[in-house]
């Protein structure tokens, strides 16, 4: 048994993707941090007090936790989702009823889509009262923000999928909120519509926004901010004497 | 020694203006080409045909709505009431944020299930955000039916006589 494990580890194949031995020396334990591609986004060491849960909360990483439940059952809802009027409506009742885990999943993102907006805010309101916010931390927060609109337009454009009811007005009254917009309103009302009234064309719109660019605009922002935490020095961290537990 | 770069900065005054030409030129083509671009882009964005409601709605004979009668035509959107004197037609979208309004014929009045607004039966606003009263639409007489236009605003007070 030792001597397979031995095998297995000493091949070409295994020394090929692990470029350094096992994570038993500090030396090693560096290295399998660094050289992985999933891990590196975390520094070799951190301090301990910049771990701790009271500090963050953990919400920031709760938040693309999210996101990561969002877009692995959103892309299983697409199997069964077609964006067309009235099909949409049927076949949301579809995945309620005759799909086999369609609840679960349907259900799985709705929920999903509501904490990730609550804990992207709880994560906002964190960095505020910690003061995390301030230089040399002020454009990540200015990402932060941009990501927070990301989170509501994609909160909203999912909104009108289940093409029912509730879903059509509440469409009705934020593209009306969208017309009352000065110069641009009313432009602005028709390219989100493709159209004057909540139609065919919308639904698509929506369902191209919810699925598409909204997400690649998420992963692209949430890359840079996760990449400017690290930049700008790693976890904020108050000066040890202002600190309750240094 | 100060380090030198291995690309010695041009100093001649011919080859400073000729780089700066040829920025120039750039410059203005890649303006040029993005603003095609957006230009296009916004283009296509905007729907060219749209495949919607015809907004003239026949509303029947005139002569078959007798004075008193309120018409409320949820699909098409509006209400058409005949007074004593003539008739008018009032879009039934409420002017806050576009939710359909609702005649409630115990109170005489229109109210918005969104936000709580009510109207009059002549579309004035009586509570609520509603910053509008209800749009008056144009009426006609077309082959001897009433119709109305739901593109069409009318100033308030506007009545279609029938003889």
Known sequence: MRNLLRRITESAVYRSVFRHGFPDTNRNRSLAVFTNFFLHIHPVKVRRRAIEFPRTLYLGGLSAACFFILVVTGVLLMLYYRPAAPDAYHDMKDLQFAVAGGVFLRNLHRWSAHMMVALVLAHMAVTFFRGAYRPPRQFNWVVGVLLLVATVLLSYTGYLLPWDQLAYWAVTVGTNMAEAAPVIGAKLKLLLLGGHTINGAALLRFYVLHCVFLPLALILGLCIHVWRVRKDGGIYLPPPSNDRKP | ?163
């Open chain 2, 1 to 163: 020694m100060p380090l030198e770069d291995d690309l010695s900065f041009p100093t001649s005054e011919e080859e400073m203006a000729r780089r700066k030409i040829l920025t120039l030129l750039g410059t203005g083509a890649l303006t040029v080409a993005g603003l095609g671009t957006v230009i296009t882009a916004l283009r296509f964005l905007e729907p060219s045909v749209v495949y919607e409601e015809d907004p003239r709605v026949s509303v029947g004979k005139p002569e078959d709505i007798p004075p008193g009668t309120v018409l409320v035509l949820p699909k098409q959107k509006l209400y058409v009431f005949r007074s004593a004197a003539g008739f008018f037609a009032l879009s039934s979208i409420c002017t806050h944020l576009g939710c359909m309004t609702r005649y409630v014929p115990e109170n005489a009045q229109i109210a918005c299930p969104c936000h709580g607004s009510r109207f009059s039966l002549e579309g004035k606003v009586t509570a609520g955000p509603a910053p509008r009263p209800l749009r008056r639409l144009q009426l006609t007489i077309e082959r001897g039916m009433l119709v109305a236009d739901t593109s069409k605003e009318v100033p308030p007070g506007t009545l279609l006589a029938v003889t």
